[in-house]
């Protein structure tokens, strides 16, 4: 004998559907309308999708609060031998249609694009505020014309090494948040323009006089306004002189009794966790800016600069 | 007719530092003796006993019948409360039905099969007992695991749209109630 659900009381039907992950509410939504109406009702709320775009894979996850995020839906035609291309635009369009009703989904969501696929047709996402790029390299001009479509975006990780030149209306300049994964040369290119609040990258080369430079900017108001906090993780050929970094800048020693010793980056990402970022006497210097005596405290070792304005 | 359940052990303690029982009678009239710490898990029953004033000294004496519940899911209620009487309370968080690890001893007293499950389900729920729904809920929930939406049909008895418009068509043509 089957168990009828959907003869459950509505506070058990409830109850079944929060014990279910969330692939198997979301095959259970397909069985019929009646059961996806259930399911809607159920009220599973979640706080962020990712739609995911890859060649030949699609994926739609869930990401709880502090944790990695679950697949609800995975198409793998690589696996399944479908031909994917064909059925794209009616099949994403619908699977994107399911999972928004399913959990009466109104919040910013997110897309992450593999570099193999971001040349294809990929359908406009509506209401996305991060994007996350993978793939081995990506060349500038292609992440642009497909950054343009997403306005709102605030939040931007590239995982690729890029290459290309920047220019002062690239769309990456308008991102808030942006991360680079495989820094190189773009993120001190990045650097020297940047207008948003927090920009990480590893694995840079950067010299200490692009770095002392852009000291002596955020000292003087001449740029970076916004500016919260820049961290380059240093590729293993870059050696720093700190001397040179901080060369004919004025700047103060790092007082732990006037600033915290621990300060914590949300990077707000689908897979990395972050973790505190000590600040210490023996590495770190303060600086303040001229027009409105912000305190900003650097910290320089041979791994990484980190740059952290004080609120 | 009157069936005594099998006590189990803690109840022995229970019995020496707490002396307070009550009597349970099933639907189909099986007698069942629960203490107070297990009876309390049934927010039914314990709001029950409150408002029917029950003591330590009466309690016996007026059995409480509870004529929703058969004596079968009424025996594994019993135990099921009297093994969980003493376990702190559980901590509330979103996603604690699909996470916690169901312990292996109600595992084994929830394989029945579905029938039961189902009954026992609606018991629960009448008798209000969260923890037990929590863990039916999860064992149901489970059985959804790797299927797909062919084999859930089946699994859950969903009908299909098709079944279900026949359904609610043969509902509207068929006449009201006359008079």
């Given at each position: 004998m089957s168990i009828p659900l959907l003869h459950f009381p509505y506070v058990v039907q409830?109850?079944?559907?929060?014990?279910?992950?969330?692939?198997?509410?979301?095959?259970?939504?397909?069985?019929?309308?009646?059961?996806?109406?259930?399911?809607?009702?159920?009220?599973?709320?979640?706080?962020k999708i990712w739609y995911c775009w890859e060649k030949d894979i699609r994926r739609i996850s869930i990401q709880e609060k502090e944790s990695l995020p679950e697949d609800c839906i995975r198409i793998d035609c690589k696996n399944t031998g479908q031909n994917l291309p064909q059925i794209d635009a009616a099949l994403t369009k619908a699977l994107y249609e399911?999972?928004?009703?399913?959990?009466?989904?109104?919040?910013?969501?997110?897309?992450?694009?593999?570099?193999?696929?971001?040349?294809?047709?990929?359908?406009?996402?509506?209401?996305?505020n991060m994007i996350d790029v993978f793939g081995e390299s990506s060349q500038l001009k292609d992440l642009e014309t497909f950054l343009s479509q997403y306005p709102k975006v605030d939040t931007l990780w590239i995982r690729p090494c890029v290459h290309g030149e920047l220019s002062s209306s690239s769309?990456?300049?308008?991102?808030?948040?942006?991360?680079?994964?495989?820094?190189?040369?773009?993120?001190?290119s990045l650097l020297s323009e940047f207008n948003g609040r927090t920009l990480d990258s590893f694995n840079s080369l950067i010299t200490?006089?692009?770095?002392?430079?852009?000291?002596?900017?955020?000292?003087?108001?001449?740029?970076?306004?916004?500016?919260?906090?820049?961290?380059?993780?240093?590729?293993?050929?870059?050696?720093?002189?700190?001397?040179?970094?901080?060369d004919q800048l004025e700047t103060e020693a790092f007082d732990h009794t006037k600033q915290q010793q621990w300060y914590q980056i949300d990077h707000q990402s689908r897979n990395i966790v972050s973790l505190p970022i000590p600040f210490n006497e023996h590495e770190c210097y303060d600086v303040v800016r001229e027009l409105d005596k912000k305190r900003a405290s650097i910290l320089i070792n041979i791994y990484e600069f980190r740059f952290l304005v004080w609120n | 007719?009157?069936?005594?359940?099998?006590?189990?052990?803690?109840?022995?303690?229970?019995?020496?530092?707490?002396?307070?029982?009550?009597?349970?009678?099933?639907?189909?009239?099986?007698?069942?003796?629960?203490?107070?710490h297990a009876v309390k898990l049934s927010k039914t029953l314990w709001d029950l006993i409150t408002n029917l004033g029950l003591t330590a000294e009466n309690a016996l004496d007026n059995p409480i019948p509870v004529e929703n519940v058969n004596g079968k899911n009424m025996e594994t209620i019993v135990q099921f409360c009297e093994r969980h009487k003493y376990d702190e309370e559980e901590p509330e968080y979103t996603n604690y039905i699909r996470e916690f690890v169901l312990p292996e001893w109600d595992r084994q007293l929830l394989s029945i099969d579905?029938?039961?499950?189902?009954?026992?389900?609606?018991?629960?729920?009448?008798?209000?007992i969260q923890k037990l729904m929590d863990y039916c809920c999860r064992v149901i929930g489970d059985m959804a695991k790797d299927k797909t939406p062919e084999e859930l049909r089946i699994i859950y008895g969903i009908p299909t749209d098709a079944e279900d418009d026949a359904l609610e068509r043969s509902a509207s043509d068929s006449p009201g109630p006359s008079g």
């Amino acid at each position: 004998m089957s168990i009828p659900l959907l003869h459950f009381p509505y506070v058990v039907q409830e109850a079944i559907f929060k014990a279910m992950d969330y692939c198997e509410v979301f095959a259970m939504s397909l069985c019929s309308k009646r059961m996806k109406h259930c399911a809607i009702r159920a009220k599973r709320r979640v706080p962020k999708i990712w739609y995911c775009w890859e060649k030949d894979i699609r994926r739609i996850s869930i990401q709880e609060k502090e944790s990695l995020p679950e697949d609800c839906i995975r198409i793998d035609c690589k696996n399944t031998g479908q031909n994917l291309p064909q059925i794209d635009a009616a099949l994403t369009k619908a699977l994107y249609e399911q999972v928004k009703s399913l959990y009466q989904h109104k919040e910013p969501c997110a897309l992450e694009v593999h570099m193999n696929a971001i040349t294809e047709e990929v359908p406009i996402f509506k209401n996305v505020n991060m994007i996350d790029v993978f793939g081995e390299s990506s060349q500038l001009k292609d992440l642009e014309t497909f950054l343009s479509q997403y306005p709102k975006v605030d939040t931007l990780w590239i995982r690729p090494c890029v290459h290309g030149e920047l220019s002062s209306s690239s769309e990456i300049l308008k991102m808030g948040n942006v991360h680079l994964s495989n820094s190189r040369l773009f993120g001190p290119s990045l650097l020297s323009e940047f207008n948003g609040r927090t920009l990480d990258s590893f694995n840079s080369l950067i010299t200490e006089a692009e770095l002392n430079l852009f000291i002596r900017k955020w000292m003087k108001s001449e740029s970076y306004h916004n500016l919260e906090s820049a961290v380059m993780s240093l590729a293993r050929e870059c050696v720093l002189n700190t001397n040179l970094v901080i060369d004919q800048l004025e700047t103060e020693a790092f007082d732990h009794t006037k600033q915290q010793q621990w300060y914590q980056i949300d990077h707000q990402s689908r897979n990395i966790v972050s973790l505190p970022i000590p600040f210490n006497e023996h590495e770190c210097y303060d600086v303040v800016r001229e027009l409105d005596k912000k305190r900003a405290s650097i910290l320089i070792n041979i791994y990484e600069f980190r740059f952290l304005v004080w609120n | 007719m009157s069936v005594e359940p099998e006590v189990p052990i803690v109840q022995v303690e229970e019995v020496r530092e707490n002396p307070v029982l009550y009597k349970i009678i099933s639907s189909d009239n099986h007698v069942f003796t629960i203490s107070e710490h297990a009876v309390k898990l049934s927010k039914t029953l314990w709001d029950l006993i409150t408002n029917l004033g029950l003591t330590a000294e009466n309690a016996l004496d007026n059995p409480i019948p509870v004529e929703n519940v058969n004596g079968k899911n009424m025996e594994t209620i019993v135990q099921f409360c009297e093994r969980h009487k003493y376990d702190e309370e559980e901590p509330e968080y979103t996603n604690y039905i699909r996470e916690f690890v169901l312990p292996e001893w109600d595992r084994q007293l929830l394989s029945i099969d579905n029938e039961e499950l189902f009954q026992l389900i609606l018991a629960t729920n009448y008798l209000d007992i969260q923890k037990l729904m929590d863990y039916c809920c999860r064992v149901i929930g489970d059985m959804a695991k790797d299927k797909t939406p062919e084999e859930l049909r089946i699994i859950y008895g969903i009908p299909t749209d098709a079944e279900d418009d026949a359904l609610e068509r043969s509902a509207s043509d068929s006449p009201g109630p006359s008079g």
